[in-house]
């Protein structure tokens, strides 16, 4: 069972001080301190992007990809090895820009991992421009007189994928958050967890101040998470209440048990020299 | 056994219809036939034709001596249609005959040819006769062709038994349609065409694979375990193999969104300990350039199958090309090592993929196995594959339950190789870190010029022996006459047309050459320097516009070449056309 210092890196962290991702990175090492896992059995799987430092913050196993990318790998690292616990992190950019693509088709097929998504409504690291999540008229270096497009709701998104868990979480609430990613891992099935991570170097709109006025927890608000109607409700709520919790969850056979090889166990721990392809070659005969 | 040509000691078909008529399942079960009757064989498609929107044909060739390629002319053309008499009558050699429908009519002057024999058999009749579906006509065409090269039906119906066992009602009216076709054609036409195919009482063992399917079956003996891909021809085959076979092979096969999230996948598969592939074209490749540079920075071992056709962007999808060479071996930003290998026959593919996952794992770098439409749809008889002849070698793959060594495990330790041992991911007592940001030996992001100039050395440590490995394995071979006036210097599959060119020009009594470079990346610069040494002429052989071969070897080694042999029109090589050239500049 990992400790706060097994999972503390000798990496300096070059998040601006007062950082959202501060409150995820510290919510995740203690949900998998307090679902006990140990960490080796724990693979970060990063995109590009503020967040993607997240693989030199936490000592587990990791892969630092590229941008957008991080649901392809994390799908492929849980069916080689299904006895890992796979966690994807990506930003806004990262998750409904460049890979958007990938989010409905990880929902459909329904690996059993975990996205985190640190969605702080801005690109950060590229020094401030729109976002897929930003609204529209927000104003940043590459729109200056306002973004044009309407912003991408993350949960309605996942909700119209049929992702067999989607939720939200606010980075300004860590107990929330750990309970929430402590869900979200040991769901079976793929889990979005779509985090409020106020940027406090570009983004002067969505503030802590923001967000603190305006979130509350679904389920404090008799929300009932296996009702997909009542999480569409939920979901487009935004302008003054924000809700935060778990929006929808299902039970549906997970990616790997489509795949007959994987009931011999896992694929990274079968043989490669026990093929025969005499039988095969027979075909060609 | 004994095989009659017109030409030479080879039957050479064509076996012509439209989309649908099941023109290449026609000519490659009549190849698998003339094949278990002791025959080498090689069959090419080609889908659709330029020339009207849904013609299909299949080139098929047989003889008791290996056989490399198609020929320049066809001695028997099974024409499904009027369309396709009219298309490939001028192809047919002279002496040569036609099967066609008996319903045909052709007005006066509509053929043009008058040396070549026409025979007519009830195809549709014999259909209607049988109540059978009107794609059997194919099935009639192939009993009366067997027919007048004296081949046995017995040996084809055994073919079409195997082909649809299980299937008893097919069968059995398949069986039927193939004995009209031939009673019908020995009746009427007897022993009057010239071409003979007399088999064997005894099956050679042999198989009829395409490039694709030993590709598949050597990506199998190799035990990779994951293979995602995008369909794209001309490589979807492999797809479509490996998923309705992935329970023996012991695979997971998966069909992705796109090729950005397959090579992504291979490289979260093989960080996790598998070895994995995924096969495209150049558009697919394209999509995958920027997950290559990542798992060639995070050292992460993969294999990719690039089945080439004419470019750019969509060009023409069912047709060949070698335009991808260059960007094969330059893909993706920055620098890195790769390996880039391009087998020239089905026996190449095999063995050469076995190779490719190899290196691949050994060096911990991309793999490209560089092929094309012609070498990976076509079909060439040989001997099965020896499972044993290459072997799996994982390299510094350590696979342990716990890391006791003294101090931490470090994914990028840096070592005189340049290779790192991997270990598997979830091992007690180790975290292991891939990063596609430049990386201490650990794994953490760094930009410290020292930290970067160690890896970047470390990651091309390993290029030097990687390259002295490649001048092992035979990356360039040479065939013909040693001391011959003409080397013919080619790569991929222009091997086949190029060995039918030499056999051609030696019957013709010129001795020629021809010198396959195998290995592209990393270049074999002394084996392909030793083989350009010594007197004589040289033509570069590529079915490209630019030469890229030639590009290539001037860049390696300064040789440059004098004459060249470059066809872009997306057809394959014919053995009569590199002949010729060769006679020319001899």
């Not at chain 1, 929330?176 to 983004?203: M, S, Y």
Request: charged share 20%; net charge negative.
């Amino acid at each position: 069972m990992a400790t706060m210092r097994d999972l503390a890196t000798p990496v300096e962290n070059t998040w601006c001080p007062g950082c959202g991702n501060f409150g995820i990175l510290m919510a995740m090492k203690r949900a998998i301190i307090q679902l006990g896992l140990e960490r080796e059995e724990v693979v970060a799987i990063t995109g590009i992007g503020c967040h993607g430092k997240v693989t030199n913050y936490i000592k587990v196993n990791g892969v630092h990809v590229i941008h957008g990318r991080v649901l392809p790998a994390a799908t492929a690292i849980k069916l080689a090895n299904h006895g890992l616990t796979v966690i994807g992190f990506a930003g806004d950019g990262d998750a409904y820009n460049i890979g958007m693509g990938h989010l409905s088709h990880a929902a459909r097929r329904n690996p059993d991992i975990t996205y985190v998504v640190h969605n702080n409504l801005i690109y950060a690291l590229t020094t401030g421009q729109t976002s897929p999540t930003s609204e529209r008229g927000f104003r940043t270096k590459s729109t200056p007189r306002g973004a044009f497009e309407l912003a991408i709701n993350p949960i309605t998104q996942a909700l119209a994928s049929e992702a067999s868990f989607v939720a939200r979480g606010y980075a300004g609430d860590m107990h929330h958050l750990t309970e929430l990613l402590k869900e979200a891992i040991t769901h079976r099935g793929f889990a979005l967890v779509d985090v409020l991570q106020p940027c406090v170097a570009w983004n002067r709109v969505n503030t802590y101040d923001f967000f603190r006025e305006r979130v509350y927890k679904l389920e404090e608000a008799g929300h009932d998470p296996t009702d997909l109607r009542q999480a569409y409700d939920r979901a487009v709520e935004w302008e003054d209440r924000i809700p935060i919790g778990v929006f929808y969850r299902v039970e549906r056979p997970t990616y790997r048990e489509n795949f007959p090889v994987l009931s011999r166990g896992p694929l990274v721990r079968q043989r490669l020299d026990d093929v025969d392809i005499s039988r095969l070659m027979k075909e060609f005969a | 056994m004994k095989s009659i040509g017109i030409r030479d000691n080879s039957v050479s078909f064509i076996v012509g219809g439209q989309a649908g008529q099941g023109i290449t399942r026609s000519g490659s079960l009549l190849g698998k036939a003339l094949m278990r009757g002791g025959f080498h064989v090689f069959g090419a498609n080609d889908y659709p034709s330029v020339i009207r929107g849904s013609h299909n044909f299949y080139v098929l060739r047989a003889s008791d001596e290996e056989i490399h390629s198609q020929a320049d002319t066809a001695d028997l053309l099974l024409a499904l249609n009027k369309e396709t008499v009219l298309l490939h009558e001028g192809e047919v050699t002279e002496g040569g005959a036609i099967i066609y429908d008996d319903r045909t009519e052709f007005v006066v002057g509509e053929l043009k040819r008058d040396d070549v024999g026409l025979y007519p058999v009830p195809l549709s009749s014999v259909v209607e006769e049988l109540e059978g579906a009107p794609i059997m006509r194919n099935t009639v065409a192939l009993g009366a062709a067997i027919a007048l090269v004296g081949f046995d039906v017995e040996i084809m119906k055994g073919v079409i038994s195997d082909t649809f066992a299980g299937r008893t009602g097919i069968v059995e009216l398949n069986h039927r349609a193939i004995e009209k076709g031939f009673e019908y054609a020995r009746e009427v036409y007897g022993d009057s065409f010239s071409c003979r195919l007399k088999p064997s009482d005894e099956s050679p063992g042999w198989i009829m694979p395409t490039g694709n399917d030993a590709i598949a079956l050597g990506s199998i003996q190799a035990g990779c375990r994951l293979f995602a891909a995008y369909p794209m021809t001309p490589a979807s085959p492999i797809l479509h193999y490996l998923a309705a076979h992935d329970v023996e092979a012991g695979m997971a096969v998966i069909q992705t969104e796109n090729e950005i999230a397959a090579f992504n996948m291979l490289v979260g598969a093989s960080y996790a300990g598998l070895r994995a592939m995924t096969a495209t074209s150049g558009g697919g490749f394209c999509l995958m350039v920027e997950a290559l540079g990542l798992a060639a920075m995070t050292e992460t071992p993969v294999v990719l199958v690039l089945g080439q056709r004419p470019g750019p962007s969509t060009g023409m999808a069912t047709y060949s090309a070698q335009g991808d060479l260059l960007f094969a071996i330059h893909a993706s930003q920055g620098e890195f090592p790769r390996v880039v290998v391009a087998p020239g026959d089905v026996d190449e593919c095999f063995y050469r993929t076995m190779e490719a996952f190899n290196l691949a794992e050994r060096y911990q770098v991309p793999a490209i196995i560089l092929a094309d439409k012609y070498l990976l749809e076509s079909h060439k008889s040989t001997g099965p594959f020896d499972a044993g002849r290459v072997g799996i070698d994982r390299g510094d793959l350590v696979v342990v339950d716990e890391w006791t060594d003294a101090g931490e495990y470090l994914r990028y330790r840096i070592t005189e190789s340049g290779v790192s041992p991997r270990i598997l991911p979830g091992t007690r007592g180790a975290t292991v870190l891939a990063n596609s940001n430049e990386h201490t030996e650990y794994g953490y992001t760094t930009v410290d010029p020292e930290k970067v100039v160690a890896m970047g050395d470390k990651r091309f440590r390993k290029l030097d022996s990687l390259r002295e490995e490649v001048e092992s394995l035979e990356p360039v071979r040479a065939y013909g006459a040693p001391d011959a006036a003409v080397t013919l210097v080619g790569w991929g599959s222009t091997k086949g047309p190029a060995l039918e060119a030499l056999k051609m020009l030696r019957r013709r009594g010129t001795e020629a050459r021809f010198v396959q470079v195998v290995y592209m990346e990393p270049f074999p610069a002394e084996a392909v320097g030793e083989a350009l040494r010594g007197g004589g002429r040289f033509v570069l052989l590529e079915a490209n516009r630019t030469a890229q071969l030639g590009k290539l070897i001037r860049l390696n080694t300064g040789f440059t070449f004098e004459h060249v042999a470059l066809k872009y029109d997306g057809r394959p090589f014919n053995p009569g056309e590199i002949a010729a050239r060769v006679e020319e500049v001899a």
